[in-house]
């Protein structure tokens, strides 16, 4: 079945360490992106990559770092440097058309991770 | 620039009853607008969305939301709740891209049995 592969689901950090969080889509999406949910709250664009080797900030990309080497993969680092990390990171994926075509494509979202510091 | 806000942060409802969850919504661009659920630890589904066809949509188990520019709301609506739907939902507005996406805070829908 087509889908979006988050791992692990839960993950717990210690203060001062880099954790990677895995996203794995074989929907053949061009688009990704991860998003970052805090309890009671919306979801926030941490970042997001259209194609192949390249990606873009969103609004709270300090403290994240990300890589897209592969069209199905897109993992999120979370650094040292990020303050409060405590929080259900999402990753997702959509049919990316170019500026000036529809918008509005479907975002297909993975299960989610929850990351800890303790 | 684009917004969303969800009026209600919590609703309760007694099984078998009408479902209402209110969202407004602002853009500068002809908006498309979604909603999603979400159950507890878990990814957001997509509900339904709208993309500028009809403005009554109808999406999975038994939702449907309507599109009133004049209102500029996207109210999602259901006429028989069942303890299935307890979950969060969140209300989108996409601009012109999907990397503008902007979430409502969301609402928690309480079915009381």
């Known amino acids: 079945d087509g889908g979006i592969t988050q791992s692990p689901k839960y993950l717990f950090r210690k203060e001062g360490q880099n954790v990677t969080l895995s996203c794995e889509q074989n929907?053949?999406?061009?688009?990704m992106y991860w998003y970052r949910q805090d309890p009671g709250q919306g979801l926030r664009l941490i970042y997001y990559?259209?194609?192949?080797?390249?990606?873009q900030k969103g609004d709270i990309a300090e403290g994240y770092s990300v890589s897209r080497e592969k069209k199905e993969s897109f993992p999120l680092t979370v650094t040292s440097a990020q303050k409060n990390p405590t929080a259900f990171y999402l990753c997702?994926?959509?049919?990316?058309?170019?500026?000036?075509?529809?918008?509005?494509?479907?975002?297909?979202f993975g299960e989610g991770s929850w990351l800890t510091v303790v | 620039a684009q917004s969303v806000t969800q009026l209600d942060s919590h609703v309760s409802v007694s099984e078998g009853t009408p479902v209402l969850l209110r969202c407004n919504y602002s853009?500068?661009?002809?908006?498309?607008l979604f909603w999603y659920v979400q159950h507890p630890n878990k990814g957001l589904q997509l509900l339904l969305k709208?993309?500028?066809?009809?403005?009554l949509v109808k999406g999975i188990n038994g939702f449907e939301a309507e599109f009133k520019k004049s209102e500029t709301s996207f109210h999602l609506t259901k006429p028989s709740a069942h303890m299935s739907d307890a979950a969060e939902y969140f209300c989108?507005?996409?601009?012109?891209?999907?990397?503008?996406?902007?979430f409502g805070t969301g609402t928690r829908l309480t079915i009381i049995p």
């Open positions: 997702a994926s959509s049919a990316y058309r170019d500026r000036g075509l529809e918008a509005g494509n479907t975002i297909y």
């Open positions: 929907l053949n999406h061009d688009a």
């Open positions: 990559s259209q194609i192949v080797n390249d990606f």
């Open positions: 853009s500068s661009y002809s908006p498309s």
């Open positions: 709208y993309t500028s066809a009809a403005t």
């Open positions: 989108v507005v996409s601009g012109f891209g999907n990397e503008k996406l902007t």
